[in-house]
């Protein structure tokens, strides 16, 4: 079970974190992701990364700007959005995987079978 939290109401250039703590289970061999979707349209891959060995991967609208992270030992995905625009608002979500998700899947919700509820981001400008 994963528990999403963290998310607001912030003007555009503030910065949020996102949790995501996952619970009854172990994430060691896995990989974490965020996605989101926004009005209108489909779910986005966001950020990934593998809990073991700590790769992190990104879609490039936010590259340089969000950094994903994890702690071992709360079993706790956070996304740090930093430089905020309107454009990121979006309820998001993150999801894991037990396994290792190969770098050409990371994008595909489908490689995690565990998914949080969504937490609301709103970026007024």
């Known amino acids: 079970q994963l528990q999403a939290s963290g998310g607001g109401l912030v003007q555009a250039g503030g910065s949020l974190r996102l949790s995501c703590a996952a619970s009854g289970r172990t994430l060691s061999s896995g990989t974490s992701a965020w996605f989101r979707r926004a009005p209108g349209k489909e779910r986005e891959f966001v950020a990934a990364?593998?809990?073991?060995?700590?790769?992190?991967f990104y879609t490039d609208s936010v590259r340089g700007r969000f950094t994903i992270s994890r702690d071992n030992a709360k079993m706790t995905t956070y996304l740090q959005m930093n430089s905020l625009a309107p454009e990121d608002t979006a309820v998001y979500y993150c999801?894991?995987?037990?396994?290792?998700?190969?770098?050409?899947?990371?994008?595909?919700?489908?490689?995690?079978?565990?998914w949080g509820q969504g937490t609301q981001v709103t970026v007024s400008s």
């Open positions: 999801a894991a995987s037990g396994m290792r998700v190969i770098t050409s899947n990371l994008r595909n919700p489908n490689a995690y079978s565990y």
């Open positions: 990364i593998r809990w073991s060995g700590g790769n992190t």
